[in-house]
């Protein structure tokens, strides 16, 4: 089992910056890549960004170059840090960890994040 825990997510005027964070705990010797999501109101979830164990990162086109996903090992944490925020980019974000993409990943609570315009 996987525990995710998540911090840094609330309330930002459009153009401002947050730092999302996920620390994970338990058996995370068996994951390969760690995600996050997003889920606004009345939409599917949607698929924000990825890194792998490697550091390579890859991100959803409405969000590149103005979120990057990093991680510090050491820390079992892994950061999602926005820029040049949106009032579209307001949505419940959930950290994920992935083992292999054919079996079900395991999920964070979720933190909100409000974009103001």
């Known amino acids: 089992q996987v525990q995710l825990v998540e911090s840094g997510g609330g309330l930002v005027q459009a153009g401002g910056s947050l730092r999302l964070s996920c620390t994970t705990s338990?058996?995370?010797?068996?994951?390969?890549?760690m995600a996050w999501y997003r889920q606004a109101p009345g939409k599917q979830r949607e698929l924000v960004a990825t890194?792998?164990?490697?550091?390579?990162?890859n991100y959803a086109e409405s969000v590149k170059g103005r979120f990057t996903f990093s991680r510090d090992n050491a820390k079992n944490t892994v950061y999602l840090q926005m820029n040049s925020l949106k009032p579209e980019d307001t949505a419940v974000y959930y950290c994920?960890?992935?083992?292999?993409?054919?079996?079900?990943?395991?999920w964070g609570q979720g933190t909100q994040v409000t974009v103001s315009s």
């Open positions: 994920s960890a992935v083992e292999t993409w054919d079996k079900t990943p395991y």
């Open positions: 890194i792998t164990n490697g550091g390579i990162t």
């Open positions: 338990g058996s995370i010797f068996s994951i390969n890549t």
